[in-house]
Each structure stands twice: as C-alpha cells, then as structure tokens.
C-alpha cells in the first residue's frame, strides 16, 4: 500500500510534538558535562594510573592526556504499526560524554573512545524504541499524543546510558504519518476508531478555530477600514493645518520681506541724503574757494589798477607841475613887469591851489577805500547770505565792471577838469 499525502491528524501530531518540544526539553535533567574533562595517565615502569586531570597539572615525559569531549550522536528510525496503518520517523538526539569510570573500564579505547561508545549501543538504543513503539497495542496514545512516549524514550535512553557511566541527554521526536484508512481490520479497530475520533475532533476544532480566524480576519478588516477612515481624516487634517501654516508663514515671509524692503529704503534713503549733503557740502566747500580765490585775484587786480593808477596820477602830477614851472617861468620871463608885484600873490594862491587839489585827491582816495571795504562787507554779507547763487555773482562782477567803470570817469572827469584849470590861470586870477 502505498503512503498517502499527509492528513490534517499527521500534521496535528507533528505540530502537537513540535510545539510540546520545550516541555520534553525542561523536563529532561541536566548531566552537568565538563566539557574540558581531561584523562591522565601516568605509567613508569609496571607500575600505571588513571586520574582525571587536575587544575594546574603540568604534563611530563610519562604522562600521556586523552581528552573525553562532549559528543552529539543523532540516531534515525523508521517503524511501521498496525500492518503498515502508521508510519512513526524517529529521531533521537544524544549528547554524551564518558566518565572516569568509563575510561577505567575500556582503557584500551581511550583514543577513540566516543566511537566506541556510539558502535557499543547504538543497537541497545534502536532496541529500546522498537520495544516503546512495538507496544502501542491500543490506540490511547492518539488522542494524547507522542509527548508522553518522546519523554519516556529519551528517559530510558538516558537511564540506561548513566547506568553504562556515561552523562547523557537524549531528546526523542516522533512523526507519526497515517494511511487513508483501509478496511477495517478486527486486530486494529480500536485504532482505527481512536484515529477516526482525533480527526473528526481535530476537523471539528479546526473548524471552529477557521470560524473564529474569520471573525477574526473580518473584524481586523473593519479595524483597518475604520483606521484607514481615521487616518485618511487625520492625513485631511493635517494637509489643513499643514496649507494653513504654509499660508501663515508664506504671509510672515512676505511682511518680513515688507520690512527688510522698508528698512533698506529707509538707509538708502539716509545714504542718498548723506550723500546729497556731502556733495552739496563738497560744492560749497568749492564754490568758497572759488569765490575766495575770485576775490583775492580782484583785490590783487583792483590794487595793482588802484597803484598803478596812482602812480600815473603821481607822473601826471609831477609832468603837470613841471610844465606849470615851466608855463610860470616863460611867463615870468615874458611878463616880468606886471607880475612882480603880484608875485607873492600868485604863488601863494599856486600853492593854495596845489594843496586843494591833494587834499581833494587824498579824499577822493580815501572815499574810494571806504567804499571798497563797503563794497567788500556787502559782498561778504551778500554771499553769506546766498552762497550757491549763480546770478549773484554775474551781478556781482557787471556791479564790479560798472564800479570800475564809474571810477574810470570820474578819474577822466577829474583829469579833463584839472587840464581846464591849468590851461586857464589867467581866469582863476
């Protein structure tokens, strides 16, 4: 007959032993394995010895160490039950490791001594789960599973293991695997009936636990809906607050922005006016000096005019009073007679006349003066008062040009007034 795929009760036996694997694994004692556990032996001569190794020991020429690792052995099994109805896969996990007083006892396979021991009884284990497992006459253990047959296995295994002096720890698993079920034999209806009961009541939880799953997933669905729901709400939410805020900012961005522009008005309107005043003050700085260097030159032009002037008003004095001495002289000579008795006379009255005339001319020097420096002081106030006035200095230099002008004539009319009374003495006489 051949093995059919795998039932819903082998799965059942092979989760129900998988998930009873950390009971059987707690329950099972610890040997407590030394897993530096040295052998020593010491022989000189006839005489020998066999000791575990000390802390501290320091080997010599007559000692030889053999080392007794903890070992890990996996045996597998297969056995059939009941005509070949179950398929049992066995699987035992062996951790050992030989004591001294192992060691005493098989001396000549100190070497190799965990081979030994696996050789040994590996027949002794295989013979102790075909006696576990050839004994499920009923079906009892079906319903209860294979823990409790796992657990019994691996405690004879290491019962008979510790009675041989070795420290062991087995760990047994069973995967039992069914048959679809044949006609029903007399010998194997009990197993039958018991296989029968699992699987109705494994189908029947299985249904149930489906049910429930159902329930379970449908209900999560509708969390997930609802979750959804809400955080679809949230995510709306959440894009207005977020599009508020970026309002928000996007308005303080430009009100900042409003015064930054603002403040830098402000200082490039301070620059502009500092800048404005600095070149005004740079213009009048240089309309001053200007104007100052201007009224320097026409004060060292007016007083070269006024002394070179003077000093043709001087010659034309000095060549008048010459050809004055000579016109007296000539007419002296020419009239001797009736001007010598009035001689005194006429050069009291000469002299007379030539002190008026200086005195007339230091006046009219001295009023020229005075009205220059008025002339000045009114210029200064004038300026003082309207220094960027363009026009002010045009009239300035016309009201110059018409002053020098004007003192050019009366100059000429003094000139052609004193020719007049020099060409008639005779008149004034």
């Not at 070795?166 to 007399?186: A, G, R, Y």
């Not at 189908?203 to 997930?224: A, M, V």
């Not at 018409?402 to 009366?410: C, H, P, T, V």
């Not at 052609?416 to 020099?422: F, I, L, P, V, Y």
């Amino acid at each position: 007959m051949m093995h059919s795929p795998r039932t819903e009760i082998d799965k059942w036996f092979i989760n129900g032993t998988l998930a009873s694997d950390d009971l059987a694994i707690s329950e099972v004692w610890d040997p407590v394995f030394d897993a530096d556990r040295q052998i020593v032996h010491t022989k000189i001569g006839p005489y020998w010895r066999l000791f575990l190794r000390p802390e501290g020991f320091v080997k010599r020429f007559y000692h030889r160490v053999y080392p007794l690792p903890v070992e890990s052995w996996r045996v597998t099994k297969q056995i059939q039950l009941y005509d070949g109805f179950c398929t049992i896969d066995v699987t035992l996990d062996i951790h050992f490791q030989a004591t001294l007083k192992y060691a005493l006892s098989n001396m000549d396979v100190l070497s190799n001594i965990n081979e030994h021991i696996k050789n040994t009884y590996e027949d002794l284990i295989i013979n102790l789960i075909d006696k576990e497992l050839l004994n499920l006459s009923d079906g009892l253990w079906v319903q209860k599973g294979v823990t409790p047959i796992e657990k019994k296995i691996s405690l004879a295994i290491s019962e008979m293991l510790i009675l041989q002096n070795i420290q062991s720890q087995s760990l047994c698993t069973l995967k039992p695997v069914f048959e679809e079920f044949p006609d029903v034999q007399l010998a194997q209806e009990s197993v039958y009936l018991c296989v029968l009961k699992k699987s109705f009541e494994f189908n029947d939880e299985k249904r149930e636990e489906l049910f429930h799953q159902e329930q379970e997933i449908e209900r999560q669905k509708l969390e997930h809906k609802q979750k959804q729901l809400d955080q679809l709400n949230r995510d709306a939410e959440l894009d207005r607050l977020k599009q508020a805020q970026d309002a928000a900012n996007k308005k303080m961005m430009l009100e900042e922005k409003e015064h930054q522009l603002l403040d830098q008005f402000e200082i490039e309107k301070r620059i502009h006016a500092e800048q404005v005043k600095h070149d005004n003050s740079l213009k009048e700085i240089t309309l001053e000096s200007d104007l100052q260097e201007q009224q320097k030159h026409e004060a060292r032009l007016r007083l070269a005019e006024q002394q070179t002037h003077m000093e043709s008003l001087a010659h034309q004095a000095k060549l008048k009073a010459k050809e004055l001495e000579a016109d007296i002289a000539k007419y002296e000579i020419q009239q001797a007679r009736w001007r010598e008795s009035k001689d005194k006379t006429h050069s009291q009255q000469i002299a007379f006349e030539q002190r008026q005339k200086q005195l007339e001319f230091d006046t009219d020097v001295e009023n020229q003066k005075h009205r220059e420096r008025q002339r000045l002081e009114m210029q200064q106030e004038s300026y003082n008062k309207r220094k960027d006035a363009d026009v002010y200095i045009r009239r300035e230099i016309e009201l110059l040009a018409l002053e020098k002008q004007r003192l050019e004539l009366q100059l000429a009319i003094k000139d052609a007034k004193k020719q007049g009374e020099d060409n008639n003495p005779s008149r004034e006489t």
